[in-house]
């Protein structure tokens, strides 16, 4: 655990402004994230590289799965809202597989469709890169439904690749 240890956490005003309109008390609100993180089996020794807390932005989009291209391209449809969808390839954020002919990227696309087939998915999706993709964070929960309870409670598939070794951070 953090015993005898402190922890800042600098708000942006985009994140401020989010857990302002989300809870009362930010700072409760995020201890009390953190300690369901540690609860979970989170390393408290690495906060840097294995917690991240990011603010909701105006491109975050319910999707769903159609299939996967390798460990970190999907092709998603987007529920753009108004009963209007968009089928669009993504490259997840900060990480770098190896190509799925490898074995390591075949367990990386493997883990990947096991990970997202069925779950509920939130894409916060960044700018487009060199080949036309979204950047994003997709985040997924096999039982809820709710942006803010999917982004909460489930876990992102970016993370989950670094943290089981199935893939290299990637800084653009």
Excluded: W
């Excluded at 402190?6 to 409760?28: C, D, G, P, Y």
């Excluded at 540690?38 to 975050?60: C, H, K, N």
């Excluded at 036309?132 to 993370?159: E, M, V, W």
């Amino acid at each position: 655990m953090l015993k005898n240890k402190k922890l800042q956490i600098r708000l942006s005003e985009e994140l401020h402004e989010f857990l302002h309109q989300q809870t009362e008390n930010a700072s409760l609100f995020l201890r009390n994230m953190i300690r369901e993180k540690m609860d979970q089996g989170f390393d408290s020794d690495d906060l840097t590289s294995s917690f991240e807390i990011r603010a909701r932005t105006p491109y975050v989009y319910k999707a769903a799965l159609v299939r996967v291209i390798d460990g970190d391209t999907l092709l998603l449809n987007i529920d753009l809202g108004f009963f209007t969808t968009m089928q669009t390839k993504v490259r997840l954020c900060l990480v770098d597989t190896p190509p799925a002919e490898t074995d390591r990227g075949a367990k990386a696309k493997l883990f990947v469709e096991e990970e997202l087939t069925d779950a509920h998915l939130v894409a916060e999706c960044r700018k487009k890169e060199k080949y036309g993709r979204y950047l994003a964070y997709i985040y997924y929960h096999p039982t809820h439904t709710d942006f803010s309870d999917i982004i909460r409670y489930g876990k992102c598939i970016n993370t989950e690749l670094i943290t089981r070794g199935l893939a290299e951070r990637y800084y653009a």
